[in-house]
């Protein structure tokens, strides 16, 4: 068995990696100051950007929930990988081949990575299913939905041949054992014993962010399959179907470029919104769209705004409805405007791009209603507004949905839009729509509002914010950025000079100290190792300095504000010892030797000081 992989190889892996490019498949990064970029953590819940990453560093750390780290960290925590498997997948990613030391045992293969593979070879049997005679059902059906060999081949579209063991034959010839395939959910087992999960359906590989398949929703053909009209993947290790959003990995960029997302409600749906041009379209995988479908999306788009835009198309029907009414329940976790689209006549996207053409899917979308006013129009469906009686039941059944609008410039303006709704006075709505928020909070949130997302633990560290604001701690701090950011740019005298210095601020003296063993800053990686050897409490402050965007708009001006930083450092030390040296002269005689001593340093002092101003 191969043994752990070179120290060597591990560190070349991750030099040549860009830790931008891996965290931004998951996270819109937008640029924050010189060298640094900034989203929403993808390891808790938050209105607004905490979450930094130092490129040039290999580094990130959240400032709110204190994690950080280094590309692997990111990997292990995300995909609940192995450090082995991290390694491994992004060696494959950047076409490196790796080297491992005999006669050391490997670490613990978790088993993750071969439920991807194994996914990964079905999604490949799929496909070339897809061509044979068997499958003519299949391509018969996506053809009379205006999808042709082109579109199935971009959306990975195949075949599950009727057999009971196709797939599972084939991938045992590629060494895929029974109990693999039975965790990646792409076998069954009954009485008679393991058999496909999927056969005689049109299969759709379902993928996660990165693009790696990760399970398969599938659709019955024929009559005497018994089965569900959609069989999806069972949960598994990798695949969990509160968390995917079917066509993201083909969505995500132009979704992080527009601040704009499209929700639809199937395979098929997203097909033909991206082929008509709606390149922002993703679907849930048989479940309803939910909090976790929404802390997902509002990474990728960076919601940090209300400059971005959330469209759901439902269809009119009851189960439409009230999947809308579901979905308006947890919209108010984005930052952006939600819409609701409904197609004309009922139609569908799919429906609606084969009876009418592209250009009516993309009026679809243009022409969405924000879901407030859908919602309202829900409520009041049922009443009967040419009765005094139908009005006022009208009226109190929608009024808590805008008493649950908290901007204060919206809300009055959903009062006037219910009155003008119901064909009631503006005052009269505007009273019953402020009992209505008065009304019991945990009753009106049932009615209207999602659960609130569950703070992170209070975690026990500290942070910048713990700093004392005092002058002293504002240089160290500075410095102590500036140091590990573009340390590696400074003369490297004035810098060992400068982290010599004693700080007077207890965590920041914890960092420096560490720093200032550093052996080599020119070195890539210096200052992730150094956060790592800081001692706690103080390693989540090391993480925030590292990260922090220093407060400069080039590098070339923040390295001259680092240099002036280590500079004023130094001056610190040298007026700190000659005042200590004035008041030990006070004590000892003038003519003795100690005071000589003492006198010819003060000179020295002095004179260091004014090569230091010099060199301004």
């Known amino acids: 068995m191969a043994g752990r992989i070179r120290q060597a190889d591990v560190d070349e892996v991750k030099a040549r990696t860009d830790i931008a490019d891996i965290i931004g498949e998951r996270v819109a990064l937008k640029p924050a100051g010189v060298g640094s970029m900034k989203g929403l953590c993808p390891f808790h819940d938050e209105r607004s950007p905490s979450f930094n990453v130092r490129p040039q560093v290999g580094f990130y750390h959240c400032f709110g929930c204190g994690e950080s780290g280094d590309v692997y960290t990111f990997l292990r925590r995300m995909d609940h990988l192995s450090f082995t498997e991290a390694v491994e997948r992004l060696a494959g990613r950047i076409g490196y081949a790796l080297h491992y030391e005999d006669g050391v045992a490997a670490p613990q293969n978790s088993g993750r990575a071969r439920l991807y593979e194994a996914n990964a070879a079905a999604a490949e049997y799929f496909r070339a299913q897809l061509a044979t005679g068997e499958a003519d059902a299949g391509r018969r059906f996506l053809g009379e939905r205006g999808f042709d060999a082109g579109a199935a081949a971009h959306f990975g579209v195949?075949?599950?041949?009727?057999?009971?063991?196709?797939?599972?034959?084939?991938?045992?010839?590629?060494?895929?054992?029974?109990?693999?395939?039975?965790?990646?959910?792409?076998?069954?087992?009954?009485?008679?014993?393991?058999?496909?999960?999927?056969?005689?359906?049109?299969?759709?590989?379902?993928?996660?962010?990165?693009?790696?398949?990760?399970?398969?929703?599938?659709?019955?053909?024929?009559?005497?399959?018994?089965?569900?009209?959609?069989?999806?993947?069972?949960?598994?290790?990798?695949?969990?179907?509160?968390?995917?959003?079917?066509?993201?990995?083909?969505a995500k960029r132009d979704?992080?470029?527009?601040?704009?997302?499209?929700?639809?409600?199937?395979?098929?749906?997203?097909?033909?919104?991206?082929?008509?041009?709606?390149?922002?379209?993703?679907?849930?995988?048989?479940?309803?769209?939910?909090?976790?479908?929404?802390?997902?999306?509002?990474?990728?788009?960076?919601?940090?705004?209300?400059a971005g835009e959330v469209v759901f198309t439902f269809d009119p029907d009851a189960a439409g409805q009230k999947a809308a009414l579901r979905a308006f329940a947890d919209a108010k976790r984005f930052h952006a405007q939600t819409y609701v689209a409904t197609g004309p006549d009922g139609l569908d996207p799919c429906d609606l791009r084969l009876q009418r053409g592209d250009g009516a899917v993309r009026g679809l979308i243009e022409s969405k209603a924000p879901m407030v006013e859908f919602v309202l129009d829900q409520r009041i469906a049922t009443y009967d507004l040419a009765s005094v009686e139908g009005r006022i039941g009208a009226l109190r059944s929608a009024a808590p949905v805008v008493a649950d609008l908290r901007d204060p410039l919206i809300q009055p303006e959903y009062v006037r839009v219910l009155a003008r709704r119901l064909g009631m006075d503006t005052e009269d709505v505007r009273r019953e729509v402020e009992r209505a928020g008065r009304r019991d909070p945990d009753e009106r949130r049932r009615m209207?509002?999602?659960?609130?997302?569950?703070?992170?633990?209070?975690?026990q560290r500290v942070t910048i914010a713990h700093l004392p604001r005092t002058p002293d701690a504002a240089l160290e701090r500075d410095a102590l950025m500036g140091f590990l950011q573009f340390g590696h740019r400074l003369d490297t005298a004035l810098l060992r000079r400068a982290v010599d210095q004693p700080f007077r601020t207890p965590g920041l003296e914890a960092v420096r100290q560490v720093v200032a063993e550093a052996a080599d800053v020119s070195r890539p990686g210096w200052a992730v190792e150094a956060?790592?050897?800081?001692?706690?409490?103080?390693?989540?402050?090391?993480?925030?300095?590292?990260?922090?965007?220093?407060?400069?708009?080039?590098?070339?001006?923040?390295?001259?504000?680092?240099?002036?930083?280590?500079?004023?450092?130094?001056?610190?030390?040298?007026?700190?010892?000659?005042?200590?040296?004035?008041?030990?002269?006070?004590?000892?005689?003038?003519?003795?030797?100690?005071?000589?001593?003492?006198?010819?340093?003060?000179?020295?002092?002095?004179?260091?000081?004014?090569?230091?101003?010099?060199?301004?």
């Open 448 to 459: 209207t509002a999602a659960p609130a997302a569950e703070e992170p633990a209070p975690v």
């Open 158 to 250: 195949g075949f599950a041949p009727r057999g009971w063991s196709g797939m599972l034959d084939a991938l045992s010839k590629r060494g895929f054992s029974r109990e693999e395939l039975l965790a990646a959910g792409l076998v069954s087992q009954g009485q008679r014993g393991v058999y496909d999960r999927f056969r005689g359906r049109l299969v759709w590989p379902i993928r996660d962010v990165t693009g790696q398949t990760i399970g398969f929703g599938a659709r019955r053909l024929f009559d005497d399959d018994n089965g569900p009209k959609y069989l999806n993947t069972p949960e598994t290790p990798i695949y969990r179907k509160a968390q995917v959003l079917y066509g993201l990995d083909l």
């Open 531 to 616: 956060i790592d050897a800081v001692r706690e409490p103080y390693r989540s402050l090391a993480s925030e300095l590292l990260t922090m965007p220093f407060p400069a708009s080039t590098v070339e001006i923040a390295e001259a504000s680092t240099t002036d930083l280590a500079r004023r450092l130094v001056r610190r030390g040298l007026q700190t010892e000659k005042t200590e040296l004035l008041g030990a002269i006070q004590r000892v005689p003038a003519d003795s030797e100690q005071g000589r001593r003492i006198r010819l340093r003060l000179r020295e002092l002095d004179v260091e000081r004014q090569r230091i101003d010099a060199e301004d």
């Open 255 to 306: 979704v992080s470029r527009q601040h704009r997302v499209v929700v639809v409600e199937g395979y098929t749906d997203v097909m033909a919104c991206h082929l008509a041009g709606v390149t922002t379209a993703i679907a849930t995988c048989g479940t309803a769209f939910g909090a976790d479908h929404i802390s997902v999306l509002r990474r990728v788009m960076g919601d940090d705004s209300q």
